[in-house]
């Protein structure tokens, strides 16, 4: 093969079912050679990578979402349907199609894969998990499948990395050699998946030997899990400590990424001159981003723990234990799946609501998700908690702090589930979508794959912690430097800048339900991102430098400043606040215009409002002025 | 409205209880069952799901509430769904189950 033609690079996409492994073998795939985006025009999540074939050619792979059918009846599947017949805009259609195949579950594949005949493409089928049908002795003639099948077939172990350079090329070989011929793919109709799966059955009966020592530990898995009393209790047990490990296992490292800034504005402040530039660096930049990434490691529980449940295959226990209860409250048991994502970021939220078809189903989800705890809410729960909350043990185990925060979890998804009720009982009482689903086998998670995903998330975190968080910072610093307090003032000169006149001019709009003027101008650059509020404080407080508070903690300075009444206020003003720009932004790409961000804006903002007014006027009246 | 039953031995499996197992013999919406689908569109997901005739299905788990949702075997793998839908699914069950 000469140079020329091997720089000629070739485009492979992997398709599959739902729980194939499919993203395990992106990964065996292609390492850390991937990127994530979107793709043209639609909020799909775009994953490509590249992977060099032993040949030395390049080969762009595209992992395409999950499908049980080219039949597409959601967003997801649409573009999984249109990149591989070639008709999605912006996208070169792919050379090679790899089937991806649960190899002790291959009947509802084999279906997939009639389809993919259709298409006109050549494909590979790969029967992963390949170890898992061997010990379970599962005999599979490979010869006759594939024949069968018309298409050759590799088997792999992605979590091993076995067979990846067979499916290489394999791949590479079909991409060069058979060329593509016109589809004649068309929309099945009832009869026609009928015979398709008439075929795969008689496919199977010719070529598959059913397993001699089939699985049976899902089966007792179920039996504790599923069970209608017992699952519900091991469910919220889980949450419970989920949200407990939120606080107590992230302490260590919040600790020291807070002591290592802390050093470093100190480092920092001692080589540069006294005066504007050091103010900015240190009082700006330094405090402000460390005030944001200190809650790194809080975040990346929550998704651990999210990644946890899908890899092993709970989350759609979860959706099952959760259905009744959510279907009382006019949401589809799909639902679940988005909200318990909203507890990180409702944007992945609002869009995993896309699993939902039904328009009326899905916008009511869409509308509740920002009202789950989202992880940019816990900077401003952990600081506030912390102020006014002791730490101490109730109960002989529980911790206090813990227990407010598992509250305010709790309400956040109480109130979420009530304005869904009023939602589906009051605007739109149609009839809700089917419920479902397949129930995965339960895996061991692959602590390769966990950690990658883990690292992405991480990754967008700190990007967006840097690409929103610090202009923002500078402007907050921008606006409560200048201008100067004149000479001879007395207050802080934080008082006598831009951002002193804003806080000043909304306070007392913000009086009522018990914010000071330095809340009142956190939430303005607050707008844009919830955690900003507390780097926004951590300006405010710093720039303001309040008599007698130098060098405390934020939280110290909280506690000294503001009464308990009003601490309380702000906690039930961020369960409803609808302080999120990227949300808001999102919601609308979803839904396609302005009236479902603002219908969003205008309820949250209401009912933050009146929550923060009934708890500020409570406490007051019992004493926690 | 009422449902023709194909095989005089064949119940809905949204009457069926855990433990209880059988062959599907016939896959056939109606109005009551279909929600915000149309009847057409419900019978080609039960059919995509793996709920075809001549499929083995055995009720697994229920939910705690009204017996809903429903986690059946079908044949070597499990799916959830809800009773309504699931009356869409006339199953010849085994005498043993009954």
């Not at chain 1, 921008?478 to 001019?505: K, N, R």
Request: aromatic share 8%; glycine share 8%.
């Amino acid at each position: 093969m000469t140079a020329a033609a091997i720089s000629d690079s070739k485009r492979m996409a992997l398709v599959g079912n739902p729980n194939s492994g499919k993203t395990a073998l992106f990964n065996a795939l292609t390492g850390s050679r991937q990127k994530v985006a979107n793709y043209a025009g639609v909020t799909v999540e775009r994953k490509e990578g590249v992977v060099t074939a032993p040949s030395g050619r390049v080969i762009q792979v595209l992992d395409l979402p999950g499908t049980y059918s080219l039949r597409a009846r959601s967003p997801d599947e649409a573009v999984t349907r249109d990149a591989v017949l070639g008709r999605l805009t912006g996208e070169a259609p792919p050379d090679v199609i790899v089937c991806v195949a649960d190899a002790t579950n291959l009947r509802l594949v084999l279906r997939l894969a009639l389809e993919l005949k259709q298409v006109g493409r050549p494909f590979v089928l790969a029967l992963n998990m390949y170890d898992i049908a061997q010990r379970q002795g599962l005999r599979i003639d490979l010869e006759g499948l594939s024949q069968a099948v018309g298409a050759p077939i590799v088997t792999t172990v992605a979590t091993r990395k076995h067979g990846i350079e067979d499916l290489v090329v394999q791949a590479e070989s079909l991409a060069l050699t058979v060329p593509p011929t016109e589809s004649t793919w068309r929309e099945p109709t009832a009869a026609e998946i009928r015979a398709a799966h008439g075929e795969a059955q008689r496919i199977m009966k010719a070529h598959v030997r059913p397993a001699e020592r089939p699985d049976t530990w899902t089966g007792r898995i179920d039996d504790v899990l599923l069970h209608p009393v017992g699952g519900l209790l091991i469910l919220s047990t889980i949450l419970f400590v989920m949200f407990q490990a939120v606080f107590a296992w992230a302490s260590p490292a919040m600790d020291a990424i807070e002591a290592g800034f802390g050093w470093l504005g100190g480092m920092v402040a001692s080589v540069t001159p006294d005066g504007l530039l050091r103010s900015l660096i240190v009082d700006g930049l330094i405090a402000g981003v460390g005030s944001v990434l200190v809650f790194l490691p809080q975040i990346l529980i929550v998704f651990f723990f999210i990644l946890l449940l899908e890899d092993s295959g709970y989350m759609a226990r979860a959706a099952f234990l959760m259905d009744r209860l959510m279907g009382a409250a006019g949401l589809h048991g799909r639902a679940f799946i988005p909200l318990l994502s909203s507890h990180a970021c409702a944007i992945p939220g609002v869009m995993a609501a896309r699993v939902i078809d039904q328009k009326h189903d899905r916008l009511t989800t869409i509308l509740i998700a920002p009202l789950m705890t989202c992880s940019a809410r816990i900077p401003v729960y952990t600081l506030i908690i912390g102020a006014f909350i002791p730490d101490r043990t109730v109960w002989g185990i529980i911790n206090l702090q813990g227990l407010v925060m598992f509250g305010l979890y709790a309400s956040g998804i109480a109130s979420g589930l009530i304005v869904a009720f009023v939602i589906r009982n009051v605007f739109w009482r149609t009839a809700s979508e089917p419920f479902m689903m397949e129930l995965p086998t339960y895996r061991l998670p692959d602590a390769g794959n966990l950690l990658r995903n883990l690292m992405q998330r991480a990754g967008v975190f700190i990007s967006r912690a840097g690409r929103i968080i610090l202009p923002l910072m500078v402007l907050v610093w921008v606006l409560s430097t200048f201008p100067y307090a004149p000479v001879g003032a007395t207050g802080p000169a934080i008082d006598y800048s831009f951002a002193g006149m804003i806080g000043h001019a909304i306070e007392p709009f913000l009086a009522p339900i018990g914010f000071n003027w330095q809340m009142s101008i956190a939430l303005v650059p607050g707008m844009a991102a919830r955690e900003v509020a507390v780097a926004a404080l951590g300006t405010v407080y710093a720039v303001g430098d309040v008599e007698g508070a130098g060098g405390a903690t934020l939280s110290a300075i909280l506690a000294s400043q503001w009464s308990l009444a009003s601490g309380l206020a702000v906690l039930a003003w961020y369960v409803f606040a609808p302080q999120c720009l990227p949300t808001l932004g999102v919601v609308k790409r979803e839904t396609n215009g302005w009236l479902w961000p603002t219908v969003m804006f205008a309820y949250m903002f209401a009912l933050a409002y009146l929550a923060a007014f009934i708890t500020y006027r409570v406490s007051l009246a019992m004493g926690g002025g | 409205m009422t449902h023709t039953q194909s095989d005089p031995s064949a119940r809905f499996l949204s009457d069926a209880m855990p433990g209880v197992r059988g062959v599907i013999v016939r896959v056939h919406p109606h109005e009551d069952a279909r929600g915000a689908l149309t009847v057409e569109e419900l019978e080609r997901r039960l059919l995509e799901l793996g709920f075809v005739e001549g499929a083995l299905v055995e009720v697994l788990h229920e939910g705690l509430f009204g017996h809903d949702p429903m986690a059946v075997r079908l044949d070597d793998r499990r799916v959830a769904l809800r009773r309504r839908e699931a009356s869409a699914v006339e199953v010849a069950f085994e005498e043993a189950g009954l």
